[in-house]
């Protein structure tokens, strides 16, 4: 089974940076897509970006040109480097990966980190 562990969330202040990671351990070899997806209160999860092996990123419309994701192969680890943030990047964000095995898809989530953006 995959373990995720995400770091990096915290206050900041509108126009600030925060660098947010996860670890993956376990069968990493079995991920095709490692992914961000956040939650804000009151509100549906949504993706934020992701990362297949092959290196092919996917964002969503809210975040381009504002936020990266990058994976660390040796470290097993993905990031994403959240620049400019607004209020409304506020949420708990929560890493993904993604199993593709015989056709079947089995997602798995770590535990979520919260991302508080002041105005």
């Known amino acids: 089974q995959v373990q995720l562990v995400e770091s990096g969330g915290g206050l900041v202040q509108a126009g600030g940076s925060l660098r947010l990671s996860c670890a993956a351990s376990g069968p990493i070899f079995s991920i095709n897509v490692m992914g961000w997806y956040r939650q804000a209160p009151g509100k549906q999860r949504e993706l934020v970006a992701t990362?297949?092996?092959?290196?092919?990123?996917n964002y969503a419309d809210s975040v381009k040109g504002r936020f990266t994701i990058s994976r660390d192969n040796a470290k097993n680890t993905v990031y994403l480097q959240m620049n400019s943030l607004k209020p409304e990047d506020t949420g708990v964000y929560a890493c993904n990966a993604v199993l593709l095995i015989m056709a079947v898809r089995y997602d798995y989530w770590g535990q979520g980190t919260q991302v508080t953006v002041s105005s």
């Open positions: 990362i297949t092996t092959g290196g092919t990123t």
